[in-house]
Each structure stands twice: as structure tokens, then as C-alpha cells.
């Protein structure tokens, strides 16, 4: 189904110009918080042992979050395993087989599969137009996958195990999945990961922001599952209230609870979506039931 006025970023750009007027310090891995006594400043402390204060320290540490970790504990900030996985593959092709790949669409495709598979096909980097072979693709497929099961892969499953499994899997797809699997070599990188979220919304993930010294955001305040693609909408959203918050109201507290009960509304209802959403799109019988699919994309009047 062809959506119009449709663009993607490309992600490099994206983040260079974000980083502009930055002191961004990378490598760097959180070991520690400390809360001051004045009760107004926070110090983070780095495995190279490293000190850096401040008034606010915000974790946007991603789903495995060492901040949440810090403030709730391992057992509190644990993420919430789903029975699905999935296995990413970023690769490069020749210029025939690049021009084949890019043919389906401009951008990327997505689609599902009768055996509760769902795949995702995109272009992720083309620093030049005129030279296919210097194209970058990035895609996946996921499915269903019981706990046990991905404990059980997991104690012998390494890089070229991965590759197989999801090679297997897209022998049955249509193109541009079949030949984009076929056509990378097997020992081609690839990224397995296991569906995982935690709600921020639950009282049980609730934090104590040390007199609003400290707060989450991002993927380390909500990790979502991907299909739907909500995840960077609500970091951004995250980052707008936040800074909007912080500049329009005199107490730092105040304005850090605030911040938090609307991002705890706002992204731990689209959390459970993700997951109701994620399900739907493993189950042939509910796709083809969808209103997407019975109904399709109709213009307004």
C-alpha cells in the first residue's frame, strides 16, 4: 500500500546536527550517582573515575538503562521479556543487485507473513545516488518465540547461527526479503535481539527524583517494541516537555514531577499499544482482519 509525502532521515545527519553546540563526551560508562548533601546538585561517576556535577542529571541510556538501574534497582528496573525475536542485518550489495532491491521502494517496505513472521526492508544510507554498490540496506525479520526457547538458543547460538536461522526463515518470503537474505555472505554480521519493554506508568517504576536532581527519558524511561515506530517520537516528545518545563517554571522539582506524570501517561499507554500491536502483527488471522487490510487507506474528503 503506497503512502504518499513520505521521507526518512538519515540518521548520521540527524544526529550530527542535534550534536551541534555539544560538549558530547563518548566511551564513557556510568558506574555511580551521587546526591549531594545541599540537596540541589547530583554528581555522575564513571567507570574511568571520572567525576561530572550539575544540577540535573538525565539518563537516556537506552533500554538497559544503568541510570534506572541506580534509582530502582535491578530487580524493579527489569525489563519485561516478550515471546518474540528478531534478527537485524545491515549490508551492502552489487550495483545489479542494489538497483533489484531498491526497486520495491524508494524508501523501505514492511510486510507479514502466514507463519506469524513479520519483516522489515529499507535503505539506510546512499551517500552517492549515481553508485548503488555504495548503498547500505538495513532489515529484519521477526517471530514468535518462546522464552524457553530463546534461553535455550542462547547458551550455543552465536553470529553465524543467527545468520542461518533468519536466512531459513526468509527462503519462504517474497522479494526483497528472499534475495537480500540469499545474497549476503554467511559470515555477514548480524544483531539478534529479544522483544523486551518496561512501563514507566506502573507504580511499582516509579523513581524518587532526590528533589528533582534526577529523571529518565527516552528508551531508558520507555522501551517499546519497533513495529509501530514510536519509540524516537516519544524520545523527541520526551526532550520537548522537558526542556520546556525546565525553562517556564522557577522550582527545578516542580518542574521535573511535572515532566514525569505527563511522560508517564503519554509514553507508558503507547508502551502497552506497542506490545497489543507487536502481537497483532505475529498472528496471520488478526492481520487479515485489521482494519488496514479490510479497509485500507482511504483520503479525508
Excluded at 564513571?46 to 541510556?61: C, I, M, N, P, W
Excluded at 533489484?100 to 507463519?115: N, Q
Excluded at 518545563?245 to 509514553?267: D, V
Aim: charged residues 25%; contains cysteine.
Amino acid at each position: 500500500m503506497e503512502i504518499p509525502n513520505f521521507h526518512r532521515l538519515r540518521r548520521s545527519e540527524l544526529r550530527a546536527l542535534l550534536s551541534q553546540g555539544l560538549d558530547i563526551k563518548y566511551n564513557k560508562r556510568l558506574k555511580d550517582i551521587l546526591f549531594e548533601l545541599d540537596g540541589e546538585s547530583v554528581t555522575a561517576v564513571f567507570e574511568d573515575g571520572a567525576h561530572v556535577s550539575g544540577r540535573l542529571l538525565v539518563g537516556t541510556d537506552g533500554s538497559r538503562s544503568t541510570v534506572r538501574n541506580i534509582l530502582l534497582g535491578p530487580e524493579k528496573a527489569l525489563l519485561t521479556r516478550l515471546p518474540f525475536s528478531a534478527t537485524f542485518v545491515q549490508a551492502s550489495y552489487t550495483r545489479e543487485q542494489a538497483l533489484f532491491l531498491r526497486s520495491f521502494h524508494p524508501l523501505y517496505i514492511a510486510a507479514d507473513h502466514p507463519d506469524g513472521y513479520f519483516a522489515f526492508f529499507g535503505l539506510q544510507d546512499a551517500p552517492e545516488v549515481d553508485k548503488p554498490e555504495g548503498w547500505t540496506f538495513f532489515f529484519y525479520i521477526s517471530w514468535n518465540s518462546s522464552l524457553e526457547q530463546q534461553d535455550e538458543e542462547r547458551k550455543s547460538f552465536g553470529n553465524k547461527e543467527r545468520l542461518a536461522q533468519v536466512k531459513e526463515k526468509a527462503k519462504s518470503f517474497c522479494e526483497p526479503w528472499k534475495s537480500a537474505f540469499e545474497w549476503v555472505p554467511e559470515d555477514q554480521r548480524c544483531w539478534y535481539f529479544d522483544l523486551s519493554t518496561w512501563d514507566p506508568s506502573t507504580p511499582e517504576h516509579h523513581w524518587d527524583t532526590r528533589n528533582g536532581r534526577v529523571t529518565l527519558a527516552g528508551d531508558a524511561a520507555h522501551p517499546m517494541t519497533y513495529q509501530r515506530g514510536q519509540g524516537l517520537n516519544h524520545s523527541v516528545s520526551d526532550a520537548d516537555k522537558l526542556v520546556s518545563l525546565l525553562t517556564s517554571e522557577k522550582n527545578q522539582k516542580s518542574a521535573i514531577e511535572n515532566y514525569e506524570s505527563e511522560m508517564r501517561a503519554r509514553a507508558g499507554e503507547e508502551v502497552r499499544i506497542s506490545v497489543v500491536n507487536t502481537i497483532m502483527l505475529h498472528d496471520w488471522e488478526k492481520v487479515m482482519k485489521s482494519p488496514l487490510m479490510t479497509a485500507g487507506l482511504k483520503k479525508d474528503a
